[in-house]
């Protein structure tokens, strides 16, 4: 029996990659066969379908992450997503940012650690995750408006490997989920030697709409957000496809403008209570 890959005890427990709410939640009617797809970072796919069809992974243990923590986070998103995914105008708070961009992390965390191998997120990373709820500070989460028919249930996650301008390499990974009417990417990135706070880095994207075509959810806005964006995502080379697709390119240093921001947002939130820390 292997280890949970966030609390690192006995993993004796089969945790949903996706939960059932979010398969009853695409159901058009009682048991129907949702179909899903995954593609792998190694270029491989899958599709199934079935009644509740899911996609289950030994990787938790049961006592105090998948009965325990996980268990409330989803419970937490659950109210959230589920009118998004079914397409209704949402507008999300401060907390219900945080809340999908937490639930997101989590995870991108279990897909990534289905890969085996050189996986992004390591021992640490979950760990800290598990303790302090809370994306890791290279992170970036968007959400879109899926308004095609190729997908009801969808998953790509890859890691891409590069060279910033100081010669250090680095790494990024990007997982895009679409349920439903709702399409969710999260970006994370570190570098694969020691670099300075000040040397963090904000990627290039493929030209596109994304300014209209995505809400930016983390780090979070101060003030609500109206989901769905004005330009939605179709079945089309230069929709969704490029979606999944668009980060690559060089990297930028950003402003010390943006840590400030980003600082005062933890402040911010601890003040509300959150548990940063």
């Known amino acids: 029996m292997g280890t949970c890959i966030f609390c690192g005890g006995r993993a004796n427990s089969n945790e949903d990659a996706w939960p059932r709410w979010l398969l009853k939640a695409l159901q058009l009617k009682p048991r129907e066969n949702v179909p899903i797809s995954v593609s792998r970072r190694d270029g491989s796919t899958g599709q199934w379908q079935g009644v509740n069809a899911g996609l289950r992974v030994r990787k938790v243990c049961r006592k105090v992450c998948n009965n325990g923590w996980m268990s409330t986070l989803e419970e937490r998103v659950k109210p ?16 219900q940012q945080l809340t999908i961009a937490t639930w997101l992390t989590k995870c991108a965390m279990v897909f990534d650690s289905m890969d085996g191998g050189d ?22 989460v968007w959400l879109g408006h899926y308004y095609g028919t190729n997908f009801r249930a969808f998953t790509d996650h890859r890691t891409l490997r590069s060279v910033g301008r100081s010669g250090k390499s680095y790494k990024t990974h990007v997982q ?21 706070v000040a040397a963090r880095v904000h990627v290039k994207m493929v ?10 959810i983390f780090p979070v806005s101060l003030h609500a957000l109206q989901w769905p964006p004005g330009v939605s ?6 929709g969704f496809e490029t979606f999944i697709h668009r980060f690559g390119g060089e990297w930028k240093r950003l402003p010390f403008a943006f840590f400030a921001q980003f600082l005062a947002f933890y402040t911010v939130m601890g003040q509300l209570g959150y548990k940063l820390t």
């Open 176 to 196: 895009t989920m679409a349920f439903g009417r709702l399409a969710l990417q999260i970006l994370s990135v570190k570098w694969l030697a020691h670099e300075p």
């Open 80 to 95: 959230i997503l589920t009118p998004m995914i079914q397409g209704a105008p949402t507008t999300l708070s401060t907390m």
């Open 233 to 238: 995502l179709e079945d089309s080379q230069r």
């Open 207 to 216: 030209p596109g709409t994304w300014n209209q075509a995505t809400i930016k």
């Open 119 to 140: 996986v992004f997120y390591d021992q640490l990373d979950r760990s800290h995750f598990r303790k302090h709820l809370t994306p890791m500070g290279s992170t970036s």
